[in-house]
Structure formats: structure tokens, C-alpha cells
């Protein structure tokens, strides 16, 4: 399991950095670095929302945005566990999708951000 985030915007790196302290059991590994289409990460859409990779039967499953980082979540301990189940589960959800949006949109205002952070969501 892996959750991919964009290595050239600061917010998501201090992001990626705070899940990583967590503990939690997956991979935390910048976009660039990885084989997206190998992955069968879409790469637009993993510019404006972070995706999670995670093994199924069939091969893999990609979730973005705030189902990614539900299900990354639900890798770690109890607490983080059941973080991650109430961010994929409504009424939670209802509110996260726009939420994340809404971080997403305004990633370059955030602390730790610069104008690399600026993403079009179209």
C-alpha cells in the first residue's frame, strides 16, 4: 500500500511528513518517484488529489483525495483506524469530499506553501 503526494508543493510535503509520523502501515512516497502508470494511478488526477494504492485481488485499487487519505488512515492504530473509517463513512464523508476540495483549491495559501503549490482543478 502507498500513498503518493506531490513532492513540489511544500503543504503536501509537510502533509505527507505528518502521515508519516502516524506510524502507520504504508508506504509514503512522493508522485514523481513513482511508475503512476504501472501503479494504474491516473497522473491528472493525482496532480490535484492524492492517491492511495492498495492491492486487491484483481491487482490494485486507487482511491484520491479524501478517500485516499481515509483508507491510508485506516492502516494505523485504533485511533487512526477508526479516523480513517469515519472519513469514508457518512455522514463524515458528506463533509470531507468538499473539505479536501477546499484545502486542494487553496494549497498555495496554506503554510509551508509557495506558488509551485498553485494546482488547476479545472
Known amino acids: 500500500m502507498t500513498l503518493l503526494y506531490d513532492a513540489d508543493c511544500g503543504f503536501c510535503t509537510a502533509s505527507a511528513a505528518w502521515l508519516g509520523r502516524r506510524k502507520l502501515r504504508t508506504a509514503i512516497s512522493p508522485l514523481h518517484r513513482a511508475d503512476l502508470a504501472g501503479l494504474g494511478v491516473d497522473a491528472d488526477r493525482a496532480r490535484r488529489q492524492i ?4 492491492p486487491d485481488g484483481a491487482g490494485t485499487r486507487v482511491s484520491y483525495g479524501h478517500v485516499a487519505i481515509g483508507r491510508a488512515l485506516a492502516t494505523g492504530g485504533p485511533g487512526w483506524r477508526l479516523a480513517g473509517w469515519l472519513l469514508l463513512h ?3 464523508s458528506w463533509l470531507a469530499r468538499p473539505a479536501y476540495a477546499l484545502v486542494a483549491r487553496n494549497r498555495h495559501r496554506l503554510p509551508g506553501s509557495t506558488a509551485a503549490c498553485r494546482i488547476d482543478l479545472g
Open 51 to 54: 492517491p492511495f494504492v492498495e
Open 90 to 92: 457518512p455522514p463524515v
